[in-house]
Nanobody, 125 residues
Framework: QVQLEESGGGLVQAGGSLRLSCAASGRTFKSYTMGWFRQAPGKEREFVAAIRWYTGYTNYADSVKGRFTISRDNAKNTVYLQMNSLKSEDTAVYYC??????????????????WGQGTQVTVSS
């Protein structure tokens, strides 16, 4: 079992930064790929970034490349999403997820088994 808890969301002006945290617990969480997804009102849940716990392999949506960075802290069992140069279109509820997406398919929502409750990120312009 894996439990995930997000924090760090809030209101920020366009061009600003936020860092989201996802605290992971459970016996097998280190075997998972950890992902960040987001969902805006009326929109589909979309992939943002992912990291494989053991290898550190990362993948990013084209819309956030160069602006967002996913990372992990083994000592704290925590995954982070550093978000810089935020835009109004980044406004969404951000979800932390854990799963086993095969190969390079870290962007596939249905391959993730565990989800946090989400944290709201609002970017004002």
């Amino acid at each position: 079992q894996v439990q995930l808890e997000e924090s760090g969301g809030g209101l920020v002006q366009a061009g600003g930064s936020l860092r989201l945290s996802c605290a992971a617990s459970g016996r097998t969480f280190k075997s998972y790929t950890m992902g960040w997804f987001r969902q805006a009102p009326g929109k589909e849940r979309e992939f943002v970034a992912a990291i494989r716990w053991y290898t550190g392999y990362t993948n990013y949506a084209d819309s956030v490349k160069g602006r967002f960075t996913i990372s992990r802290d083994n000592a704290k069992n925590t995954v982070y999403l550093q978000m810089n140069s935020l835009k109004s279109e980044d406004t969404a509820v951000y979800y932390c997820a854990g799963g086993s997406p095969p190969g390079l398919q870290t962007f596939v929502v249905d391959t993730y088994d565990y989800w946090g409750q989400g944290t709201q990120v609002t970017v004002s312009s």
